[in-house]
């Protein structure tokens, strides 16, 4: 991938370190959160492994989509599962913490209180 000065973007403004061709938020997402801890990996079905394959490198689950033995269906399906790895703890605190049980329950009604206003649905003073 080229930097944004290397592809004669130099003094444009812009938000992307790198020049992504492929717009594709799905890869973005297994780069940068699924496979971003050292010793991160990604696992998909594949159409030459249907039960699944297991990448510990980013440039092979893109050389892999970009070849046509991951689908986007199966890009996506493996992102949702790793998402899923990754949040389960997060929501097991959230669950099993009386502490954090009770914040959420504080936000959930900061949220249903601030609803009304947000829609518009205010009543004029």
Do not use: A, K, M, Y
């Given at each position: 991938e080229k930097t944004t000065a290397e592809s004669g973007d130099a003094g444009k403004e812009s938000m992307h370190l790198t020049e992504d061709t492929l717009k594709n938020p799905i890869l973005d997402y297994v780069q940068h959160i699924v496979m971003s801890p050292p010793g991160a990996t990604f696992t998909c079905a594949t159409c030459t492994a249907p039960e699944g394959h297991t990448y510990d490198k980013y440039e092979a689950v893109k050389e892999d989509f970009l070849a046509g033995n991951i689908t986007p269906d199966q890009l996506k399906?493996?992102?949702?599962?790793?998402?899923?790895?990754?949040?389960?703890?997060?929501?097991?605190?959230?669950?099993?913490d009386e502490t954090a049980k009770g914040l959420l329950e504080q936000v959930r009604e900061f949220k249903r209180e601030a609803a009304p206003v947000a829609s518009g649905d205010e009543a004029p003073n």
């Open positions: 399906e493996g992102l949702i599962e790793s998402l899923n790895t990754l949040l389960q703890p997060v929501r097991d605190h959230f669950t099993n």
